[in-house]
């Protein structure tokens, strides 16, 4: 019965969220603040026997400067830049399992990060995300401002995020418009790059441009505006239209069939 017993309380163990078989990260931190240029050493490992793990990035991003060394999994990049930045996951290949740290790329120029792209397309009654990331955590006191320094519009509420920028919710049609994401680090103030609001009514179809460049900006989440690669492409499906139908071709009235006139007899002419 206590052996019965004592395996069950093994396998409850095992099956637990953040059992044994949890990575561990060097360093053992919520996150790292590295300088723009400087150098980059993330290490994991599992304490569990014969086990394998692996680095993950959002939405399959690569990964640089990868090494194996017995079992453990390292990161090391002499050279860190902007695209190195956001957050990193060790997964364990066995349990699935998994421990993450979120990389700053501290930039003395840019307490944001540079946007590629600063027009945001956005559906109304759909939430936006403004890519306003900061290189720093020391940036505090985030906030959103118009670019012309007037209030807000009526009605407009937003949420700030470090690592995921400034999310507008709800959007409607009145908030149109250029903005910019502020903050203070140091007691001094400091802004991002502007970013032009357009929002489209619902029903609206987007023209093939302008879908792809919703596309990349939707995506929400950490690193939304760091990735190199080509965005996915979301494709809104079309409303349902009926098959067309062929008109039937009208059938002719009926037409007697053309009967030639008898050509008429001459008269009896006397000579």
Known sequence: MDHAWFLRTVLLLFALPGG????????????LVILKGGQLELRCHDDAEASMVQWLREKGRKI???LKEDGASVIFLTSTQIQHMGRYTCENTQTGENSSIYVYVKDLRNAFVQSMVNGLLVREGGDCTIPCLVTDPAVNHL?????AGTALPAGLTYI????????IRNVSKAFDGCYICAGQMDDKPVKSSHYNLDVRPVGRC???LEMVLTAEHEIHGEESDLDPTPPTLHIPKPTHLHPLIPKPTPKPTHLHPLIPKPTPKPTNLHP
């Open 160 to 167: 700030t995020h470090p690592q995921r920028g400034i999310t």
């Open 143 to 147: 906030s959103l401002l118009t670019c």
């Open 206 to 208: 987007l023209g093939f």
């Open 64 to 66: 640089d400067g990868e």
């Open 20 to 31: 044994w078989f949890k990575p561990v990260i060097t360093p053992d931190a919520p996150h």
